[in-house]
């Protein structure tokens, strides 16, 4: 049963991989920025790790701080026992000495510890987030030249000939123009074509006129 589940989750995964892949190789752009955003997801949990990094050395030094207040203070209270002759409470008192100062001593090893953390995350942070900005910069980069590609690609298709097609798009667009204007000048030359005939004639019959006289 282990087995079947298991080539199950493989044939899953193996789809599923095979679907990014698909695209990926479709909109190339589109997966990067979908890798950018998840990139940018985990640079955000790794700034609130060092950000909480940081609330817990000021936790540990202020948890140090009040041990360390403590011991002074039961130091203190048990010299005053002592010299009060209050064998109870002097030793109660260095009792307590003793915890606090314990605590103060491991106090001060998680702190050292978390601030040698908070340097390493601190460190791996800005390494992150230098990275992440060069993938930025190489998405506008990549973009530039995609934008470049398609443009030409573009272009090409409105200005090169091919194979398949012998005439430009320029040139099936010169061709309609000159059709349209022979059809406008045909049209024209037809409408006007009676006013001159009847011009041509008045003209030469005036002309008769003037030479019989």
Request: glycine letters at 2%.
């Given at each position: 049963?282990?087995?079947?589940?298991?080539?199950?989750?493989?044939?899953?995964s193996a789809d599923f991989h095979e679907?990014?892949?698909?695209?990926?190789?479709?909109?190339?752009?589109?997966?990067?920025?979908?890798?950018?955003?998840?990139?940018?997801?985990e640079t955000e949990k790794v700034r609130k790790l060092v950000e909480r990094q940081y609330r817990l050395k000021d936790e540990f030094s202020r948890e140090l701080q009040k041990s360390l207040d403590m011991a002074e203070k039961r130091k203190g209270q048990a010299e005053i026992a002592q010299k009060a002759g209050e064998a109870s409470m002097y030793e109660f008192a260095v009792n307590e000495q003793q915890e606090y100062e314990a605590r103060a001593e491991r106090l001060k090893a998680s702190r050292l510890e978390s601030m040698e953390q908070l340097e390493t995350l601190e460190k791996k942070y800005e390494v992150m987030k230098h990275k992440l900005k060069d993938m930025q910069l190489k998405r506008m980069e990549l973009m530039g030249r995609e934008n470049i590609a398609r443009a030409h690609y573009r272009m090409n298709q409105v200005i090169e000939e091919s194979a398949d097609k012998p005439y430009s798009r320029f040139a099936e667009l010169d061709r309609y123009i000159e059709d349209m204007e022979y059809k406008v000048n045909s049209s024209?030359?037809?409408?006007?074509?009676d006013s001159k005939i009847a011009k041509l004639e008045k003209d030469m019959?005036?002309?008769?006129?003037?030479?019989s006289n």
């Open positions: 049963m282990a087995n079947l589940f298991t080539r199950i989750k493989d044939t899953i679907a990014l892949d698909q695209k990926e190789q479709k909109n190339p752009v589109a997966m990067l920025n979908q890798y950018l955003r998840e990139s940018e997801k024209y030359y037809r409408g006007t074509f019959k005036e002309e008769t006129s003037v030479t």
